[in-house]
């Protein structure tokens, strides 16, 4: 049965505090939900405890990633300041193309 813990001030990632996590049987951490500068975020990993997939508040709006075996973004969706859809993937670089719609 999945663990689930709750805590304060526990900063896991850089510049991120984790406020409640799920573990599996095994212990490895499984879903995180945490608080950045920006807004919430909700992170979820494989089986071996990687990050996944990240979906959170942005200063614009929402965005959802996608996560290499790193945890480093590679793709994302978002939202620019003025409230165009925003489409970005990159290599595990950071070097790759954004796709933004237009006025």
Do not use: W
Request: charged letters at 15%.
């Amino acid at each position: 049965m999945p663990v689930m813990t709750a805590a304060r001030n526990n900063e896991y990632r850089s510049g991120h505090t984790c406020s409640a996590s799920i573990n599996n049987t095994a212990g490895k951490l499984q879903a995180s939900l945490a608080v950045t500068e920006t807004g919430g975020v909700l992170y979820i990993y494989n089986s071996a405890g990687e990050p996944q997939v990240g979906l959170g508040g942005e200063k614009a709006s929402g965005a959802i990633y996608v996560l290499n075996k790193n945890g480093e973004r590679v793709a994302g969706f978002s939202t620019d300041d003025d409230g165009n859809g925003v489409i970005d993937v990159s290599n595990r670089n950071g070097k790759g193309q954004t796709l933004q719609r237009g006025n």
